[in-house]
């Protein structure tokens, strides 16, 4: 077991074809006690019963990360229930408010800031200095192959994902010294809510059929797929875990071999 007898706090994870979810599982399913938020919550008490039955205690709140006040209280409660926390994987994310660079209102780019890095930032400064305490703890980002290797119509969402990675490499840097691990995952197209959200955009803009939009995707990566929430939260389990006891600072992608992008 990779997480025997450790506490997770996992953000984003009300959809079961989400990676949040199968993180979540996941982490239970490697020995891990769990704490699950989002901002939606009607699916979170099946979430929480899986991994009962898993064997795992499960936790889940509601909370909307881009608030720093509730980011804070997910996080105390954490340690009121648990008493430390030893994994976070900050999950959660938007892909709307995005288009073309000219047409991105300021609301536009701070609805993705607060969401997709701000969210990240303020879990990070209410889980460090619990981790300090307890001799370390790892953090895991969930960024996008999109930050790295931007296409046309995302500025907004390719800005705060690469502030992410941003902020996972300076904690690494400033917590190496507290045995805190920070790492980011970049995701290609993965089957989701909200990858599959992308490709009905696309369809929009292109005017094609929404089934041509989504194979269009699978041309994007040499392995000529989409990829499995699962396959996204095992490179998460990996890097929560020892087994990467030596990885931070690093973005690691998980895209198929991702071929399109700058
Ligand atoms: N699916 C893809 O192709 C893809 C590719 C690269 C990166 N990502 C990233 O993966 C992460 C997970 O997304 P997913 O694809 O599993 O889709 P998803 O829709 O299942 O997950 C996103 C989750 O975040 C939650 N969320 C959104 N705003 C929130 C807020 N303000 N507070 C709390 N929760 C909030 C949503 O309710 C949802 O459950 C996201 O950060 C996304 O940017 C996805």
Not at 63 to 80: P, Y
């Amino acid at each position: 077991m990779l997480l025997k007898d450790k506490v997770a706090i996992i953000t984003g994870c009300n959809s079961e074809i989400g990676m949040g979810w199968a993180a979540a599982i996941k982490c239970a399913e490697q020995g891990a006690d769990v704490v699950v938020c989002d901002y939606r919550t009607d699916q979170l008490d099946q979430l929480t019963a899986r991994i009962d039955a898993l064997g795992h205690r499960a936790i889940w709140l509601r909370a909307d990360i881009s608030d720093q006040a509730q980011v804070e209280r997910v996080v105390d409660k954490a340690i009121e229930t648990f008493g430390h926390i030893d994994v976070l994987i900050n999950n959660a994310g938007i892909a709307s408010d995005n288009g073309p660079f000219l047409e991105c209102s300021e609301e536009m780019l701070d609805r993705n800031i607060a969401v997709n890095f701000k969210g990240a930032w303020y879990f990070c400064q209410a889980v460090i200095p619990h981790m300090r305490k307890q001799g370390g703890g790892a953090i895991v980002n969930n960024a996008s192959l999109n930050a790295t290797r931007p296409v046309a119509g995302w500025a907004p969402y390719t800005t705060s994902k690469m502030a992410l990675i941003g902020m996972s490499k300076s904690i690494a840097y400033e917590f190496g010294v507290d045995n805190i691990r920070s790492n980011c995952i970049a995701p290609g197209p993965i089957r989701t809510e909200l990858g599959l959200g992308g490709s009905r955009r696309v369809a929009e803009e292109l005017d094609i059929p929404f089934d041509e939009a989504v194979k269009l995707a699978e041309h994007a990566n040499v392995l000529g797929r989409w990829g499995s929430p699962g396959e996204a939260a095992d490179l998460m389990v990996y890097l929560a875990s020892d087994m990467a006891s030596f990885v931070t600072g690093s973005t690691i992608d998980v895209g198929g071999g991702f071929v399109a992008g700058l």
